[in-house]
């Protein structure tokens, strides 16, 4: 094995390959930022520098970014595109109903409800409609408690048969339940139902359009 690593070695490289250097001069460097002025400066008149959500230093807690949520959901806020945003979030979380006709006839948004009176059951949003009670349940960097999920089912099922609705329970979070009749989502879900609901071209957004995109930037890494 020696002898044969002995004569290998004349034919083998001695080292690597340096990558080669790129001269440029002056001039087009010059040239090449002078050309990003025009568009940097449309995007700064449109607010695309800066996340407004990052500003609003929402980070990453639980209760804020589900109030923020709730409140980009509300047609009071955005009219169509809200109930747009809400309708492509519901059909990636409950995909069997159609959330877009479902939503038409009207719905109400709370936070931090207790379904039944208890406070140990609180939870985060709820989405009522003529016809659903949804409970969502917000995570980001927390877990879960002891049976909190199974809690919040009974009180949210409890609730709904007395106002005679159909009952949902949604986990949106960066892992997945493991609970029956609870549906697992994660924030890129919400990323995704924002984009949609915006628009593909961001130049001709909407102030609502755009909070909402900017809304879903702001949590797809969550």
Partial sequence: ??????????????????????????????????????????????????NPWALANLGHDEVRNAGALAGLWMTEFGG????????????????????????????????????????????????????????????????????????????VFRRADLQKRSPRIVLLAPFSADVLEVSSTGWPDIARAARTAAGVSASGRSFVQQMISKFGEHVDAF
Avoid at 110 to 130: F, K, N, W, Y
């Fill in 80 to 155: 169509d595109t809200s109930r747009m945003f809400l309708a492509h979030y519901l059909l990636a979380a409950l995909p069997t109903t159609n959330w877009f006709e479902a939503l038409e006839t009207g719905y109400r948004v709370s936070t931090e409800v207790c379904p039944m009176g208890d406070v140990a059951d609180r939870v985060d949003l709820i989405i009522e409609t003529s016809v659903h009670l949804i409970g969502i349940e917000v995570k980001i960097r927390a877990g879960l408690g002891r049976d909190q999920l199974e809690r919040y089912k009974a009180s």
């Fill in 1 to 50: 094995m020696e002898t044969a690593f002995l004569a290998l070695r004349a034919v083998l490289p001695t080292g690597q390959p340096r990558a080669p250097k790129q001269f440029h001069t002056l001039g087009d460097l010059q040239a090449a930022f002078q050309s990003l002025r025009g568009p940097l400066a449309t995007a700064k008149a449109r607010g695309g520098l800066v």
